[in-house]
């Protein structure tokens, strides 16, 4: 049985994600607030920052960016600033 949520970041009503994408408070807010479509798209912006960038997840400087970026991406209804020499896919 699907789970349902309103959605933050779509302002929509969707399936919500099977368990927190992210540990502690941070995870469970994600869990019960941003539907499984919202969560994909935001996987698709963090493949994009960390190519783009060259992030190393091993960098806890990269982390911090990341998990700033995917509050504003996913909570403050603010577009994600992309990278200066990201040209999307024509």
Do not use: H
Not at 38 to 43: D, E, P
Not at 61 to 69: D, G, P, S, T, Y
């Amino acid at each position: 049985m699907s789970r349902k949520v309103y959605c933050a970041k779509l302002k929509k009503e969707g399936e919500g994600l099977a368990f927190a994408p992210y540990p502690g408070e941070f995870g469970v807010r994600i869990l019960n607030e941003i539907s499984a479509e919202a969560w994909k798209q935001w996987l698709a912006q963090q493949t994009i920052l960390i190519n783009e960038y060259r992030l190393s997840s091993m960098d806890p400087k990269a982390k911090l960016f990341l998990r700033e970026q995917m509050e504003e991406f996913l909570f403050a209804g603010a577009s994600v600033m992309m990278p200066d020499a990201y040209q999307p896919k024509a």
